[in-house]
Nanobody, 121 residues
Framework: QVKVEESGGGSVQAGGSLRLSCIAS??????MGWFRQAPGKEREGIGT???????IVADSVKGRFTISKGDAKNTVYLQMNSLKPEDSGMYYC?????????????????RGRGTQVTVSS
């Protein structure tokens, strides 16, 4: 059974940093990634990382957010710096056993339950 679990959310003041962690189990995943959703807004893809460690992040967070792989299998991190109140929302980790350049993170086969990030001004 596939399981995707996020951790590391919390509350931080604007300008601060948080690091989210994600562990996926139950399969081998070609791509993993992150997306978020703020109340009343649509889901927004943050980025993905493939099995080679090649990471791509959305222009909206480029320069502030970084996705990286952990040493443990199927572990990825989302490092968020210079956080803004508009970054607040639920953050989700997603994983896909096949991945591919054409596949949007919002369409990945598996996702976690999310972790809340709140940035205060």
């Amino acid at each position: 059974q596939v399981k995707v679990e996020e951790s590391g959310g919390g509350s931080v003041q604007a300008g601060g940093s948080l690091r989210l962690s994600c562990i996926a189990s139950g399969d081998t995943f070609a791509d993993m990634g992150w997306f978020r959703q703020a109340p009343g807004k649509e889901r927004e893809g943050i980025g993905t990382i493939d099995s080679t460690g090649l990471a791509i992040v959305a222009d909206s967070v480029k320069g502030r957010f970084t996705i990286s792989k952990g040493d443990a299998k199927n572990t990825v991190y989302l490092q968020m710096n210079s956080l803004k109140p508009e970054d607040s929302g639920m953050y989700y980790c997603a994983a896909d056993p096949y991945g591919g350049d054409w596949l949007d993170v919002l369409e990945f086969a598996f996702r976690g339950r999310g972790t809340q990030v709140t940035v205060s001004s």
